[in-house]
T-cell receptor
Framework: LAKTTQPISMDSYEGQEVNITCSHN???????ITWYQQFPSQGPRFIIQ???TKVTNEVASLFIPADRKSSTLSLPRVSLSDTAVYYC????????????FGTGTRLLVSP | ETGVTQTPRHLVMGMTNKKSLKCEQH?????MYWYKQSAKKPLELMFV???????ENNSVPSRFSPECPNSSHLFLHLHTLQPEDSALYLC????????????FGPGTRLTVL
């Protein structure tokens, strides 16, 4: 399984755009990149998933370069409620090969 | 609400007790998971069931015993636990494989005295 590396923590202010980068140098051809958000004492929540180029939904964008060895989760105009831990996961879409959540990135948004 | 419910939300038990955690999903998913999250640690996948069949058991001690009677229900039976088993236990479900969007329940906060 592809190992991922993310910053341990990031700080931002309300209204700013936040970009969290995840490195996954040994990503496999059939691996997808998925991001989850987790608030304290709650289960993670799916944010976005992509395979290549750019994916956008109502809450975030995911940028994946051509070599797919990294990806960037972009949160536009963050608010205090975006303070959470963000996990980058890399693995195949099907099967159950023990997708690993890792330690994630703790984002703190201040007023 | 994610469509995945867990009961109880909080549980305190002694090391000699036997208790069970329950998870139910109303999403029509085929796969269900148990995760453990200890304080300030990443989520650890414990068990995976796909179409009621266990597909993964990640070296979990036998004092944790899962049961999946149907695709909508998942149990985690607990007996003779240790204090280090105190954690947040999360249930999740997905339509198919683990790479598919997983929907998590609110978790059960377990304290072992």
């Amino acid at each position: 399984l592809a190992k991922t590396t993310q910053p341990i923590s990031m700080d931002s202010y309300e209204g700013q755009e936040v970009n969290i980068t995840c490195s996954h140098n040994n990503i496999a051809t059939n691996d997808y990149i998925t991001w989850y958000q987790q608030f304290p004492s709650q289960g993670p929540r799916f944010i976005i998933q992509g395979y290549k180029t750019k994916v956008t939904n109502e809450v975030a964008s995911l940028f994946i370069p051509a070599d797919r060895k990294s990806s960037t989760l972009s949160l536009p105009r963050v608010s205090l409620s975006d303070t959470a831990v963000y996990y980058c996961l890399v693995g195949p879409y099907t099967g159950f090969q023990k997708l690993v959540f890792g330690t994630g990135t703790r984002l703190l948004v201040s007023p | 609400e994610t469509g995945v419910t867990q009961t109880p939300r909080h549980l305190v038990m002694g090391m000699t007790n036997k208790k069970s955690l329950k998870c139910e999903q109303h999403l029509g998913h085929n796969a269900m998971y148990w995760y453990k999250q200890s304080a300030k640690k990443p989520l650890e996948l414990m068990f995976v069931y796909n179409f009621k069949e266990q597909t993964e058991n990640n070296s979990v001690p036998s004092r944790f015993s899962p049961e999946c009677p149907n695709s909508s229900h998942l149990f985690l039976h607990l007996h003779t636990l240790q204090p280090e088993d105190s954690a947040l236990y999360l249930c999740a479900s997905s339509r198919s494989g683990q790479g598919d969007e997983q929907f998590f329940g609110p978790g059960t906060r377990l304290t072992v005295l």
